[in-house]
């Protein structure tokens, strides 16, 4: 049985944070997650945004965060104005109402099954151009090499997806694909078209591919045929592994 313990990975999120960064001001909180569904369909991203225009929206539509200011709420590394409970409300309507997720909440629906979200990295960066520096000196496609932070992030991150105990993987982006495949080494299923990892004792199938949503998101066809890769392997279409 899996077991999700927040808290703690939280606490050590913020401990990776006080070691690397210190008293650097010019740094955010990292992301801090709130209890996770178990047995869901997984969504994987890069890190989590800074974005000027979500924290606009969320202050028309969340009575409790009007009037937040972004910078000082998620100040590091003594933020008078964060509120942890605030900060889990604030992860919930990205996750229900911010069209970053919309697509995650189309196949979720589609599949009749619940869905999460995670980051392999807990920067909050207002574009991966930003973020990457500080996760990688890459040298090519074929061979990113992560900075140490990067790698305690990677492990922390793992370690997380493990507990999550997730039914399906979709890793959605292509620089975290690119990551995910060099570093955590699932392994490819020829024969069923998409790779899998061992979960716990469990076979999980895991699909590498680009965003689903915005200026770099994958075409509608590729979209579908995605949905469809995941239904099969979910066995929610005629010839899948559990007929």
Not at 17 to 25: A, M, P, V
Request: hydrophobic share 35%.
């Amino acid at each position: 049985m899996c077991e999700y313990n927040t808290e703690k990975i939280n606490e050590e999120i913020c401990e990776l944070w006080k070691r690397h960064f210190g008293d650097n001001e010019n740094v955010h909180m990292p992301m801090q997650y709130p209890a996770l569904k178990k047995d869901a369909l997984l969504f994987v991203g890069l890190n989590p945004s800074f974005s000027d225009k979500f924290f606009s929206q969320l202050g028309k539509k969340m009575t409790s965060c009007q009037g937040i200011d972004h910078e000082e709420f998620y100040e590091w590394p003594r933020s008078k104005k964060y509120d942890p409970q605030k900060d889990y409300e604030i992860t919930k309507f990205a996750k229900e109402e911010y069209p970053y997720s919309r697509k995650f909440r189309d196949i979720s629906k589609e599949l009749g099954m619940e869905w999460e979200h995670i980051d392999l990295f807990f920067n909050r960066c207002t574009s991966q151009k930003d973020s990457q520096k500080e996760f990688t000196r890459q040298k090519n496609k074929e061979d990113i090499e992560l900075t140490e932070f990067a790698l305690k992030q990677i492990a922390l991150s793992t370690r997380l997806i493990s507990e999550i105990c997730p039914k399906i993987i979709v890793v959605a982006n292509a620089l975290a694909s690119d990551i995910y495949l060099q570093y955590m080494k699932p392994e490819p299923d020829e024969l069923a078209g998409h790779h899998f990892t061992n979960i716990n004792g469990k076979k999980v199938p895991i699909f590498l591919a680009s965003m689903l949503t915005g200026q770099r998101a994958m075409d509608k066809y590729s979209l579908d045929r995605l949905t469809w890769h995941i239904k099969r392997a979910f066995g929610l279409h005629p010839g899948s592994s559990s007929d």
